[in-house]
């Protein structure tokens, strides 16, 4: 059996895209050793887990994969940043989207779908509970804000 380095990596990233219900793509750019180790530190802080892919090898598998239209945003080299613990992530996204700035944050992807950095702008967590009432709340001041108009 002969084991390719490129087939493998290929291999991992798609089992990665497919394992991870959950994980942050940033464009990384060329980092010193120091620079990157307080990355990493900060990625500890979070909780985070991180997977660095080279830009040939991320290109050959967005050609292959649903996600070919966001090929053009790539450049350079990605790391996909999931959690240790998939159940514990109370983190506020923002603090993650700029939790280094020499990384580009370029999407997240969530149950399949790929959402760019200004779908995420207000969004502060991923908790599904949290999210439902949050838009309860502000479904509820929309449909009261006519009755205060005609109030006045």
């Not at 070919?68 to 159940?87: E, T, V, W, Y």
């Amino acid at each position: 059996m002969k084991l390719e380095l490129k087939g493998y990596k290929l291999k991992k990233t798609a089992i990665y895209f497919q394992k991870k219900p959950i994980f942050f793509l940033f464009n990384v750019t060329n980092l010193n050793s120091k620079h990157w180790l307080k990355t990493e530190q900060a990625f500890f802080h979070y909780n985070l887990k991180y997977y660095k892919v080279y830009n040939t090898l991320s290109k050959v598998f967005l050609n292959q994969s649903i996600f070919l239209q966001f090929m053009p945003i790539i450049n350079g080299n990605l790391c996909f940043l999931s959690f240790k613990n998939d159940k514990k992530n109370t983190v506020n996204i923002q603090e993650i989207i700029k939790v280094d700035p020499s990384m580009a944050f370029l999407g997240l992807k969530l149950n399949n779908r790929i959402y760019a950095p200004t779908q995420l702008k207000t969004l502060s967590t991923l908790n599904y509970k949290d999210n439902i009432q949050i838009l309860n709340k502000s479904l509820k001041k929309l449909l009261k804000l006519p009755y205060y108009n005609l109030n006045k």
